[in-house]
């Protein structure tokens, strides 16, 4: 912090460095260990040949593919160096340390190359750069000028720089990371506040973040400014005004934004920055978020009132955002203490971050759909290099981060129930936690010390434990504890080297039901998440290769009104969730399921469920409203159903990565919303490249909007003519599908298996709106 600037905390509670937490036997640390011979797998050179190619300095071998050469080249490397900082610091690993120094080293040589400060590996990057300087931008959500969200990709190598010092004490990054942002600087001290408003249309993660933090590094102000600088108006203004208009919105563009936000509050700038943060995490959390802890479809946040969406798409919460709302809460608990922030904080971490790994094999997931009865995939380390592989790479390294925190040298604080030992070396403390939680619901606590000393020592209340139910014992004899902060309770005494403090955390299960209330519902017993193996049929994909789109679980679409139904007459549904006998966390719903072909499945911990399709959410009805119910899925599931069955390929426009996916370019064009839907339109044009592998599409299936009036456009595929379109639009405003024949020449055997389709603005006209587009058999 700024030293001009004071905490509003009167002492500043503190989480402990990664460094001084070690996890014990238990999912997590298997998690850990799984990371990390992944991690060790990945070939550092291939990762460095974006930057060494940058830089101008022949690489030392190939470039992966993917993600990594198709325009976001360098991203993973910039994850893959903050990864081996958190997994050095969490284990102390010799060759993961080595692997960490070749790689800041490797990078230097890149820098060093640039001459200017600059190291990305971004191709192309330093003619772009030049271009912005010069002023001259054309930024849209996922591109700037021509590249794709190159300041997005950049944010990944500030934040290796950063971890490399700042978690695994690397002296060397801290300087480079200084350079790079002088270079930042530089680039943009003669653009306008207007132009780097413009420049912020592009997606660029949390560089304020990283700004506020080298102020925080250096005492310097001018980065202060910095970060305040490059801070999303257009996202920070409604927040300060305490309005919600996230719907429609790239989830994951957003989070790091308003990460970046709370730690300028916390650096020394506007504390009203800070409440807009807290304003955010309150939205996102409390409206957006199912019970795994995740948000959003397809990326995008959906209608806080109307979750359909999620429980229909295979593009369920993306793990990158629940990374992120994970940097969020942990920074707004540290800024003020609230225990809601960890209340979600654990959730997520046990139901989202622990299940998105594969225990066995490893690989990172992207996308859990929340839709009955579907599955996920998993990365492999040669082969995927999306956003959600950097992000898991770095996730399993960090379980260490908040388990313990204090406030000066006379509170400790426990905040999470992971087996894990903390070395308190100013203190003179080591606490070990032993617990197989959840799997029993108690931990025990024991301290070693140099030598006795007063301090408090302070357990979390969960909000999962009933009222009054927090039982602790002090060497065996029960103790009366005090109310600490809110959310604690408090133990203040003189400690000894061998005490032992056991604490009782009672669990129950709860039916929790979609932000929306619609009646669909997960059951979570204590802060686990429990879920159902229903298939492991038509698993399409489940090892993803490197293919553009495999990080979609692609398989077969299981119907829903086929999935099984929880037929309770009482409010209370929970009630029907009885503990199988003999094993631990798992349990029965046969009473209340109506299909006899799933009676007999188990509840088990979500984050156990792998290779298989599976239920966290089930529809309840009650007797009387059973048939009723079975014919509202069935009648709304089944034109999506045989939609997707002949859908060839697909793009939403307005959506980044589908755009992105799918070969976007355009000129004078805008996205937008509409009822709840993304839209583009253009003055000029916008074009998609589909896939049509097998030549079987016969139609183009176009959806517009009846609002859309007197606009004239050309539809071309691969350059030829398919339509001339003249928009009447209708009275009501709804949508509606036009399907256009393809050519007959595009079936043959030498036709071209990718189409490319240009919307083409007549003259003073514009073309679109355009809200889907889609290749039908």
């Known amino acids: 912090m700024l030293p001009a600037l004071a905490s509003g905390q009167a002492v500043k509670l503190q989480s402990f ?32 040949a974006p930057y060494l190619a940058s830089a101008g300095l022949p690489p030392k071998a190939e470039c992966y593919g993917n993600w990594e050469n198709t325009g976001l080249d360098g991203h993973m490397g910039g994850h893959y160096l903050s990864a081996l900082a ?19 080293d ?6 060093l190359k640039s001459g200017n400060g600059y190291l990305g590996g971004v191709p192309g990057g330093p003619a772009m750069w030049a271009e912005v300087k010069a ?14 969200v190159p300041l997005y990709n950049l944010h990944k190598t500030y934040a290796g720089l950063r971890d490399a010092y700042a978690v695994a004490g690397n002296a060397k990054a801290r300087g480079m990371l200084i350079k790079l942002t002088d270079w930042f600087l530089d680039l943009t001290a003669n653009l306008s506040d207007a132009q780097l408003q413009e420049m912020m249309r592009s997606e660029h993660g949390g560089l304020n973040e990283i700004f506020a933090d080298v102020a925080d590094l250096t005492h310097d102000r001018k980065y202060l400014a910095l970060a305040q600088r490059f801070s999303h108006q257009a996202v920070l203004q409604p927040l300060l005004a305490g309005k919600d208009v996230l719907n429609g919105m790239h989830a994951n563009t957003q989070i790091p934004k308003v990460i970046g936000f709370e730690r300028v509050a916390e650096v020394g700038g506007d504390p009203a920055w800070g409440g807009a943060a807290a304003f955010f995490w309150k939205t996102v959390v409390e409206n957006r978020t199912v019970s795994i802890g995740g948000n959003s479809v397809s990326e995008h946040f959906n209608p806080a009132t109307n979750f359909t969406s999620m429980l229909e798409s ?20 540290l800024a003020g203490g609230d225990t809601k922030y960890l209340d979600y904080y654990e959730r997520s971490t046990y139901n989202h971050i622990l299940s998105s790994q594969h225990p066995g094999q490893g690989g990172f997931v992207y996308f859990t759909p929340m839709r009955p009865r579907h599955y996920r995939v998993y990365s492999q380390p040669q082969d995927g290099f999306w956003c959600c592989v950097g992000s898991g790479l ?50 025990q606590l024991k301290l070693s010390l140099k030598k006795p000393r007063t301090f408090a020592l302070s357990i979390r209340q969960p909000k999962w434990v009933p009222a009054g139910q927090l039982q602790v014992q002090v060497n065996g004899r029960p103790v009366a504890t005090s109310a600490g902060a809110p959310g604690y309770v408090k133990l203040s005494r003189k400690w000894r080297s061998g005490d032992v403090v056991s604490v009782a955390l009672p669990m129950t299960t709860t ?44 398989g077969k679409l299981y119907p829903i009104e086929e999935a099984p139904v929880l037929v309770s007459a009482g409010l209370n549904v929970a009630e029907g969730i009885k503990p199988v006998a003999g094993q631990p966390l798992t349990f029965t719903a046969a009473g209340l399921i109506d299909s006899e ?54 793009v939403t426009p307005g959506e980044q990565q589908p755009e992105s996916d799918h070969g976007f370019q355009g000129e004078q064009t805008e996205t937008g919303t509409h009822r709840d839907r993304h839209w583009r339109h253009a003055k000029g044009w916008f074009s998609y490249s589909l896939r049509n592998p097998q030549r079987n599409a016969r139609t183009l299936r176009v959806t517009y909007a009846g609002g859309d009036k007197n606009r004239q456009f050309t539809i071309l595929v691969n350059g030829q003519l398919l339509a001339k379109v003249q928009m009447e639009g209708n009275q009501t405003g709804d949508f509606y599908d036009v399907e256009y024949a393809l050519p007959e020449a595009l079936r043959q055997p030498n036709a071209p298996t990718a189409l490319t389709v240009k919307f083409q603005a007549a003259a003073e006209s514009t073309a679109g709106g355009v809200y889907d587009v889609r290749l039908l058999k």
Request: charged share 25%; proline share 5%.
């Open 135 to 148: 002023g001259n931008i054309k930024a849209n959500s996922f591109g700037l000028n021509q590249k794709w």
């Open 314 to 333: 295979t593009e369920g919460p993306e793990t990158c955002n629940t990374y992120n709302m994970l940097k969020l809460s942990k920074e707004l608990y």
């Open 597 to 650: 072909k799933y009676r007999n499945v188990q509840l088990v911990p979500f984050y156990q469920i792998h290779d298989a399709r599976y239920m966290v959410y089930w529809p309840v009805t009650t007797p009387a409203g059973l048939l009723a119910r079975k014919e509202e899925l069935r009648r709304k599931d089944e034109e999506k159903r045989a939609l997707e069955a002949r859908t060839v390929d697909q």
């Open 511 to 554: 039916a929790e039901y979609m932000p929306d209330k619609s009646s669909w519902v997960s059951f979570v017993h204590g802060p686990v998440v429990l879920a159902a193996v229903t298939d492991t049929t038509d698993l399409k994909g489940l090892r993803a290769d490197g293919a553009r789109m495999s990080h979609v679980p692609s």
């Open 394 to 443: 770095e996730n399993h390294g960090k379980y260490g981060e908040l388990v313990y925190a204090h406030r000066g040298p006379q509170e400790l604080l426990v905040n999470l129930f992971i087996p894990s030992r903390l070395n308190w070396a100013e203190q003179g403390l080591t606490l070990t936690q032993e617990t197989t939680f959840p799997n029993e619901e108690r931990t």
């Open 106 to 111: 490797q990078l230097d040589a890149c820098q």
């Open 86 to 104: 958190y997994m050095y610091a969490a284990t102390g690993d010799a060759q993961v340390q080595q692997h960490l120094n070749y790689f800041v």
């Open 17 to 48: 460095p990664v460094a001084d937490v070690r996890l014990l036997d238990s999912p997590f640390q298997q998690a850990q260990q799984t990371d990390m011979a992944y991690l060790l797998a990945l070939n550092p050179d291939r990762l460095l």
